[in-house]
């Protein structure tokens, strides 16, 4: 499937910082991260990455998330975004920015 380049520039992918994370409860996989976009509060974000990493990992570093989908309920917790990752199983990888950039910057 092709999409076409207006399609594309709807997406609004942005670089947030992780302020915090942890295992949701009664999970396996799903983390509850707050991201820091540079809006003046925390976003809160489920991400079920924890086959793959420890939220200690994740704290104070920086990654993409889509910032514009409709918010979606899991497990009875609000998920405001979605964190851009590569690969699955032994070639999972986070994305990250080479040098530090501002929390929000949009990525082109």
Known sequence: MTITLDDFKNAVIQ???VRSAEPVPETDKL????VDF?????RQILSGIADHVKPVDLVD???PFI???EPRVIRGLVSNGMLLAVGEGETFALLSP???VSPGSRIR
Not at 31 to 34: A, D, G, H, S, T
Not at 38 to 42: F, L, R, S
């Open 15 to 17: 670089i947030g910082t």
């Open 67 to 69: 910032t514009n989908m």
């Open 38 to 42: 540079g809006e003046g509060t925390v």
């Open 61 to 63: 570093r920086q990654f």
């Open 31 to 34: 983390l509850r991260l707050e």
């Open 98 to 100: 080479t040098k530090p």
